[in-house]
């Protein structure tokens, strides 16, 4: 069993950046994957950034090159950094981990951009 546990959203101007942090209760070392995504209200739950157990790493295509997806693993914690964010980043973000076909979550954090 894994807990996930993010923090880092907030509000932020259009072209600002911001840091998310998904701190996991264990170690990722073994984790197959690690990876990030969002969900806006009435929409499905989208993949942003995914990192790979051998260090591949996915982005959608909505924020290639503009974020980027890392992990510390001495602090059991995968980031996002976002740049150049837009309105519509706007959305609660989600840390997802799999490990030998399990699928954990984190509660989610909301991320607003807007002037």
């Known amino acids: 069993q894994v807990q996930l546990v993010e923090s880092g959203g907030g509000l932020v101007q259009p072209g600002g950046s911001l840091r998310l942090s998904c701190a996991a209760s264990?170690?990722?070392?073994?984790?197959?994957?690690m990876g990030w995504y969002r969900q806006t209200p009435g929409k499905q739950r989208e993949m942003i950034a995914t990192r790979l157990w051998g260090g591949e790493t996915d982005y959608a295509d909505s924020v290639k090159g503009r974020f980027t997806i890392s992990r510390d693993n001495a602090k059991n914690t995968v980031y996002l950094q976002m740049n150049s964010l837009k309105a519509e980043d706007t959305a609660v973000y989600f840390c997802?981990?799999?490990?030998?076909?399990?699928?954990?979550w984190g509660q989610g954090t909301q991320v607003t951009v807007s002037s």
């Open positions: 997802r981990g799999t490990s030998f076909g399990n699928e954990y």
């Open positions: 264990r170690s990722i070392v073994s984790m197959t994957s």
